[in-house]
């Protein structure tokens, strides 16, 4: 399956930055951003930039991978419950001989996610174990 | 106007691989070789690290540590020989997401080893002709070292970058002077679509490194009017351990002057992240009023030398992660695993 | 039904033609009875380039009826169903072909795997390398987290639907396991191991659904509660990871409209896509009390000759789960059931079936409720 740079640029705000949506109306936070609320339907939505530590929620090591992630595997992904906004979809990178748990503290880092060679190069927030 | 660095922050990978179990695949004796590199162990970059999110993390860094704007850095540079694009400039990537707004000044920057410096006297001067309020020059490396080559024991992994901005930001060190020194030189060069880059052995000693580093450095003091004893602390370009102790005693410098800043004994060359490095090393245990000299190197080739006052506003800044933290975090790898980070095998 | 399985030698259509007159046999109808055709099917445009499913079972049956294929990732087969019975509600249709065929074997298991990630979110989930085991594993990490058990009880969902499987003819893999054989299976993610997890198969399985009596000598069985819900497709935005809200609002409905509750039920087959979604489906149809269908499942009181027989068929796991045939199978089996011919996992009289099928990790649920009785 082909990426579309156009999809992937459309996020780039996004998932650069962590940037999400916070409606004014309901006061639901959302990421990525949405044009109008889930949870009311307001489209008086405005961006807000969420703070880059959370807890883990839950978590998974993946053995099979798709293609493009073959190289890493095994590899960790999990939901994070982000300090100040939603619970969100990523990776946790860097473990070392740590044991994960759901509640470890973590923090948000700029990583490269998928691209080599001849393809486009896409960019994301992913997650380090916040060290004691 | 005086110009001078308000922030600095560093990035190093965390994996590292020893020369011992990279001399052992090649039938070399690991203890000659870290004898005369000075170097036992490198910095190996994540498989989802290039030289972009070094060059982030770094000087996300430096913003993070004075809560600065990222809407008032006006200039932004990333010097590498790594960049991931052979076009489309990894300095846009950077910017974007550290929330720099569209108005800045900006390209990528290639000089071998010294892109890094290149960028700070090109934001130096963007920030003195006031078409820039600040700017962040950033130097990062992801090395390509050929498997077996000499090189092949110190290119690693890291980066600094410098947040340089005018008088009306508070400096925790002055930009006092630079200056540049340089030629035509072959020493080491990179094809357009090579892999892995070519070094003219020896040639890359007496006149490349220290041709250069002399030249710049001897032409800023007697340019000043300064001696090495007027220095508190120097930093030269590290390809390895050997070369900056070399060049420092040859120009008059000792080894307490050096010391700080040699962080390749513990990480290894990190290109145009190297003499940066050694500054932002430096500048972590430097006191208010310390005079610090800097000269990089590139090969091709060049050496950029600046000459910084440190301030009271040093010590605020001395808290949080160090380079030293981020020498000390580390997890190693066997050599099979360093050759998928480093994509010898795919 | 077709068997499940790798079948190489059979294209898509081959096994939409033979399930389909299977079908029109036990229900001695002939082709031309048929005046619409559901098609139920989540992969062929992404792996085989084949689109308008609907036209082409159609005009392959050399018929000009309405025809058109459903999606809803893993739960297209019960949303195919459910399709059918609204058009027989509404007068205007009588006799309905609901086909569910899926062909996944002819490619490469990272193509396919790939391709299954359609059902997951693709911005948020599939961005970011989160497999669809990936998805489950995450639920079943965190109900391991909130009600304490483990591996074994995930296995012994294994063993069972295995047991079962061994006494279907048309399963995939009929063969039983042992729970040792299950907790040492290879990792796939994270606690989730090759025996927590539903395979790739080949199948289609088909029904005739008529609002008239049926004309074959079979007692004559009919879909009582028939319900659809949604709930995000990504697992972020979703209240709980350790219930599917589509599954217990499409069972609450459908248990409303046939009049029943989940004590009725005699026998069920839940979407096991992986171990961990059995045991939140028991609890989401009110078989089990929350935090307790894992245990229920190890004092094995879910095989088919004890209180609550859940999967006779061998479930996803064992009979298999070509991805848009699985919805209809599980109507299949329950309709054996209930007219006594599921030999060798027979239960003991049943009144009342239901049938639950899911789609994506909890994206959409299809609940269908049958019964014997007048």
Known sequence: ????????????????????????????????????????????????????????????????????????????????????????????????????????????????????GEQALTYGIKFRLTKK | MKIGIISYGAYIPKYRVTTEEIAGVWGKNAEEIARGLFVSEKSVPGLDEDTITIAHEASRQALDR????????????????????????????????????????????????????AGMQIVSSFVSSK???????????????????????????????????????????????????????????????????????????????????????????????YSPSDFDSVIFHMP?????RTVARALGFTEDQLSDSLVVDFIGNTYSGSSLLGLARVLDSAKPGDRILMTSYGSGSGSDTFSFTVTDAIEKMQTGVTVNDYIEDKIYLSYGEYAKHVGTVN | MTKFGEHFEKSLLDLSLEATFGALTSASLTKDTIDAIVVSNMLSDTLSGQGHLGALISGSLGLTVEAFRVEGACASGGIAVKKAVDMLKAGTHKNILVLGVEKMCDHSSSETTQALTNASDAEKEAFYGITFPGLYAMMARRYFYEYQIGQAELAAVSVKNHYHGARNKKAHFPKEISEKVAMTSSKIADPLRLFDCSPISDGAAALVLSSHEPQSQRKPVRIVGSSIATDSVSLQERKSLTSIKAAELAGKRAYIEAGISSNDVDVAEVHDCFTIAEILALEDLGFFKRGTAGYATMQKKTYYDQEMPINTSGGLKSCGHPVGATGVKQVVEITEQLQGTAEGRQVDNPQYGLTHNVGGSGATCAVHILTNTL
């Open chain 2, 131 to 225: 078409k820039a309020r600040t700017g962040l020059a950033i130097g990062a490396d992801t090395a390509q070292g050929k498997p077996g080559d000499a090189l092949e024991y110190t290119a690693a992994a890291g980066g600094a970058a410098f947040l340089i901005g005018s008088d009306d930001y508070e400096h925790i060190a002055t930009i006092d002077d630079y200056v540049s020194y340089t030629s035509d030189t072959p020493d080491f060069w990179r094809s357009k679509h090579g892999k892995y880059p070519h070094h003219a052995e020896r040639f890359t000693g007496k006149p490349a490194y220290f041709k250069h580093i002399f030249g710049a450095t001897t032409y800023y003091l007697e340019k000043n009017n």
């Open chain 2, 66 to 117: 004075v809560a600065f704007n990222p809407r008032h850095v006006d200039a932004l540079f990333v010097g590498s020989e790594s960049h991931p694009y052979a076009v489309k400039p990894s300095s846009v990537t950077v910017a974007k997401a550290l929330g720099v707004g569209t108005d800045y000044y900006t390209a990528d920057l290639e000089f071998a080893c010294k892109a890094g410096s």
């Open chain 2, 240 to 244: 390895n351990g050997k070369f900056p």
């Open chain 1, 1 to 116: 399956m082909k990426k579309s740079v156009v999809a992937e640029w459309r996020r780039y705000e996004d998932r650069y930055r962590l940037m999400g949506s916070v409606c004014l109306l309901c006061k639901e936070n959302f990421f990525p951003r949405v044009t109008h609320c889930v949870r009311c339907g307001s489209s008086d939505v405005r961006d807000r930039l969420f703070l880059r530590e959370g807890e883990i929620y839950s978590f998974s090591k993946i053995h099979v991978s798709p293609e493009q992630f073959q190289k890493q595997v095994p590899y960790y992904v999990a939901l994070i419950k982000l300090d100040n906004g939603p619970v969100i979809s990523s990776q946790i990178v860097d473990v070392g001989s740590e044991k994960l748990f759901v509640g470890m503290r973590v923090y948000a880092v700029f990583r490269k996610v998928s691209g080599t």
